[in-house]
């Protein structure tokens, strides 16, 4: 079992940076790739990237440039940095796990609010 507690979010100007956290506890050696991905009501949810064990990243089109997955010396930790936020980033931003033989990502966390807004 992994545990997964993200942290970070909180009301921004437009303009503005954050940067999320998202820490893993329980079976973090079975991890073999961390990502996020943000949920507005009313809309899909949208993959924003992961980060894998081995330290490669990506990020989806339509954020590249302004976000940034990076993980701490532990592993065991992920971070989300935003940049430039626009009023449109504004969502739930939900960590997520995947532990193999899952061919998906099978843990998540409860997520944490940005809200960019002036």
């Known amino acids: 079992q992994v545990q997964l507690v993200e942290s970070g979010g909180g009301l921004v100007q437009p303009g503005g940076s954050l940067r999320l956290s998202c820490t893993a506890s329980?079976?973090?050696?079975?991890?073999?790739?961390m990502g996020w991905s943000r949920h507005t009501p009313g809309k899909e949810s949208e993959w924003i990237g992961a980060?894998?064990?081995?330290?490669?990243?990506y990020v989806t089109d339509s954020v590249k440039g302004r976000f940034t997955i990076s993980r701490g010396r532990s592993k065991d930790t992920i971070y989300l940095q935003i940049n430039n936020l626009k009023p449109e980033d504004t969502a739930v931003y939900s960590c997520a796990a995947l532990t193999p033989p899952s061919p998906h990502y099978n843990y998540w966390g409860q997520g944490t609010q940005v809200t960019v807004s002036s």
């Open positions: 980060i894998t064990s081995l330290g490669s990243t």
């Open positions: 329980g079976d973090v050696f079975a991890i073999d790739s």
